[in-house]
């Protein structure tokens, strides 16, 4: 029902789009979360965004490189990757949940995913 894409290799410094789009239903009325999860590692919220308001999220090893966004018109959620790092290398996810929520903190608006895309591989490295 979620289907992200955007698989890649980039060299450090270098930028990627990842989408995310619902065959199923319309996400305008979802929170969007994006994870990744890095070989050996726990897997990260990175960044989220509500349904409500739009308001995006970040988590600290992201901000200011990362960049959420939906566009309701196509039924999809982008994650814009700049700058990337040889650590930003993992499996990216995306994830939704139904909700009309407007979230304070990022951990509210990633935990209590409901609908998990398969994952898409982002690779950093020279």
């Known amino acids: 029902q979620l289907q992200a894409s955007g698989v890649g290799l980039v060299q450090p410094g270098g930028s990627l789009r990842l989408s995310c789009a619902a065959s199923r239903f319309a996400l305008n009325s979802y929170a969007i979360g994006w994870f990744r999860q890095a070989p050996g590692k726990e897997r990260e919220g990175v960044s989220c965004?509500?349904?409500?308001?739009?308001?995006?999220y970040y988590s600290d090893s992201v901000k200011g490189r990362f960049t959420i966004s939906r566009d309701n018109a196509k039924n999809t959620v982008y994650l814009q990757l700049n700058n990337l790092k040889p650590e930003d290398t993992a499996v990216y996810y995306c994830?939704?949940?139904?909700?009309?929520?407007?979230?304070?903190?990022?951990?509210?608006?990633?935990?209590?995913?409901?609908?998990w895309g398969k994952g898409t591989q982002v690779t950093v490295s020279s």
């Open positions: 965004i509500n349904s409500s308001d739009n308001k995006t």
């Open positions: 994830a939704a949940k139904y909700t009309i929520v407007t979230y304070s903190t990022p951990d509210e608006c990633l935990n209590g995913m409901d609908y």
